[in-house]
Nanobody, 115 residues
Framework: QVQLVESGGGLVQAGGSLRLSCAAS????????MGWYRQAPGKQRELVAH??????TNYADSVKGRFTISRENANTVYLQMNSLKPEDTAVYYC??????????WGQGTQVTVSS
């Protein structure tokens, strides 16, 4: 039983920054993977970044050098987004994958980048 709640989305101008937060509750373990996905209207949900035990990270090519994923503890993960572009506009979802490979998702938070 895992629950994920995202926050921090909003409207920003191109070139601006935003920080997303994910608060997790339930049976969360630090060695299991957490990540961020996004989905724009008419597009498939795609991986943005994920982080695993030891702080190892992976990023989509489209966000490398601009976004940073971090994990404060087993239950809290952030996505720092800098130099935002209009093409970053999407609903962003927090994801947790347990030791059985079961995925859990938050409700999503809207990020809109103008200009």
């Amino acid at each position: 039983q895992v629950q994920l709640v995202e926050s921090g989305g909003g409207l920003v101008q191109a070139g601006g920054s935003l920080r997303l937060s994910c608060a997790a509750s339930g049976s969360i373990f630090s060695f299991n993977r957490m990540g961020w996905y996004r989905q724009a209207p008419g597009k498939q949900r795609e991986l943005v970044a994920h982080i695993i035990s030891g702080g190892r990270t992976n990023y989509a090519d489209s966000v490398k050098g601009r976004f940073t994923i971090s994990r404060e503890n087993a239950n809290t993960v952030y996505l720092q987004m800098n130099s935002l572009k209009p093409e970053d506009t999407a609903v962003y979802y927090c994801n947790y994958r347990d030791h059985n490979g079961q995925d859990y998702w938050g409700q999503g938070t809207q990020v809109t980048v103008s200009s």
